[in-house]
C-alpha cells in the first residue's frame, strides 16, 4: 500500500502560479512512477503530467506543456507540480498517483482544489 497526500492548491489569479506537493508513504516511493491528473467539475478525469522513478523521463499533456514542470525528491518520499502562468480553465482538483513500470495508477490521493480567477 502507498498513502498519498496532497498539498498547495487554492485561489490564485490568473498568470499566477502554484506549486503542488504529493507526500508518499508506505512502500519505497523510488519504487513507482508518479503522475498528476486533474478533474474539473462535471468533466472527466485527464492526465496532466508524470515523471519516471528516478525523476526522468518527464511527460506532459499538451495543456501543460511550457507551463508545468513536474518532479520529485526521493529523498524526501515527496513529488511535485510547479504551475505557472495558470488560466482560469486549469481550475480542477488535482491528483497524484503512483504506478509501478507498465502498471496501472493503482495509489491516489484525495485531491487538492485548485482554483483560478480571471
Known amino acids: 500500500q502507498v498513502q498519498l497526500v496532497e498539498s498547495g492548491g487554492g485561489l490564485v489569479q490568473a498568470g499566477g502560479s502554484l506549486r503542488l506537493s504529493c507526500a508518499a508513504s508506505?512502500?519505497?516511493?523510488?519504487?513507482?512512477?508518479m503522475g498528476w491528473f486533474r478533474q474539473a467539475p462535471g468533466k472527466e478525469r485527464e492526465f496532466v503530467a508524470g515523471?519516471?522513478?528516478?525523476?526522468?523521463?518527464?511527460y506532459y499533456a499538451d495543456s501543460a506543456k511550457g507551463r508545468f514542470t513536474v518532479s520529485r525528491d526521493n529523498a524526501k518520499n515527496t513529488g511535485y507540480l510547479q504551475m505557472n502562468s495558470l488560466k482560469p480553465d486549469d481550475t480542477a482538483v488535482y491528483y497524484c498517483a503512483v504506478r509501478r513500470a507498465n502498471g496501472n495508477y493503482d495509489y491516489w490521493g484525495q485531491g487538492t482544489q485548485v482554483t483560478v480567477s480571471s
Open positions: 515523471v519516471g522513478r528516478s525523476g526522468s523521463p518527464t
Open positions: 508506505g512502500r519505497t516511493f523510488s519504487d513507482y512512477t
